[in-house]
């Protein structure tokens, strides 16, 4: 009875998962505390352990030859990393090593080499800065926001408000340049080369990480190409493979037409989706959750979603 169910729920799954992370450490920085558990570097180990069970290790080229063939031989896994934090170098890659995995790095072309620092860890950072008076954050927002913690306030800040940030850091004495001196946030270009030599697919992640659906379709297509054409020139990759800044939620199917990748990504976790080389990822950073919990979890509810249809992404 057990193997019929075991049979039925392998057929009723996608061949294909696509498990993402952003940092693998046992101790999580300051710029991203406030926004995502950070894996542990044991717990990776183990999901790493889980996705072996589940299938083979993929990567860019066997993804695309695959789906060009519309044939996929097995089950397997594609494991990738967005932002390109140099957690991944440090810690991720020796796991991987060990286990003999390789994943997909997907990167900000304004962030390589601590050049710049993505606005919501701009956000973190000031969270965790000890503030006198709460007045000289509360000063920058809405009288009508008072009510409103300051957690709140930061974290919701948009892409096109980000300027605040810069305000606030400057009237708290916080040096974000100063931050990108001192601390290793980003992989180097020499480091991210270094990682596609051995093996490691990059791609891009937007220029300066926006949130697709609040920017227009024009800055949309610049965000995606501006990037993708900084990994072709930094790795020489043949592959153009770009994971949307934290979601594709609201992006149109013009975009995918034009946007000139051979892959895309989302992260609307265990999802079919209707354009062929569009794949959604699940994220595996969650405290106190196995691999595999999230895993069967996430299963269970991608077959209660097709029960009812709703297992497909939907875009106009
Ligand atoms: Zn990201």
């Known amino acids: 009875m057990k193997s019929v169910f075991l049979s039925l729920l392998k057929k009723l799954t996608p061949n294909v998962i696509f498990p993402f992370y952003h940092a693998v450490t046992d101790h999580p920085a300051q710029h991203y505390k406030n926004l995502f558990d950070a894996r542990s570097i044991d717990c990776f180990s183990q999901d790493l352990d889980t996705f072996k069970n589940f299938g ?5 080229k066997q993804l695309l030859t695959m789906t060009e063939e519309n044939y996929f031989p097995g089950r397997f896994f594609m494991i990738s990393f967005d ?6 170098y440090d810690f991720a890659v020796p796991e991987m090593e060990k286990k003999e995995v390789k994943a997909t790095l997907f990167i900000n072309s304004d962030f390589v080499s601590n050049a710049d620092l993505f606005y919501r860890y701009k956000a973190s950072l000031i969270l965790e800065t000890p503030v006198s008076d709460p007045i000289k954050i509360y000063s920058f927002f809405d009288e009508n926001d008072k009510n409103t913690s300051i957690r709140e306030l930061l974290l919701n800040i948009k892409y ?12 708290i004495n916080l040096d974000f340049h100063q931050y990108l001196q ?3 946030v980003y992989m180097t270009g020499k480091q991210i080369m270094e990682l596609h030599q051995m093996g490691y697919d990059i791609g891009g992640h937007s220029v300066d990480h ?17 990037s993708l054409d900084f990994v072709e020139t930094l790795t020489g ?7 949307f800044p934290f979601s594709d939620w609201g992006v149109k199917d013009e975009f995918f037409k034009k946007c000139d990748a051979d892959l895309t990504f989302g992260t609307a976790k265990i999802k079919q989706d209707p354009i062929k080389n569009h794949f959604q990822r699940l994220s595996f950073e969650e405290n106190g959750k196995s691999g595999s919990q999230i895993l069967n979890r996430e299963f269970s509810a991608y077959l209660v979603k097709r029960l009812i249809g709703k297992h497909r992404t939907k875009r106009r």
Not at 210 to 226: K, N, S, T, V
């Open 56 to 60: 083979d290790p993929i990567g860019l």
């Open 83 to 88: 932002d390109g934090l140099s957690e991944v």
């Open 160 to 171: 096109h408000e980000k300027k605040i940030l810069d305000q606030i850091a400057e009237a």
């Open 182 to 184: 001192t601390s290793k």
């Open 210 to 226: 926006p949130l697709f659906h609040d920017i227009d379709p024009e800055e949309q297509l610049l965000q995606a190409r501006q």
């Open 237 to 243: 990759t043949d592959i153009r493979a770009f994971a």
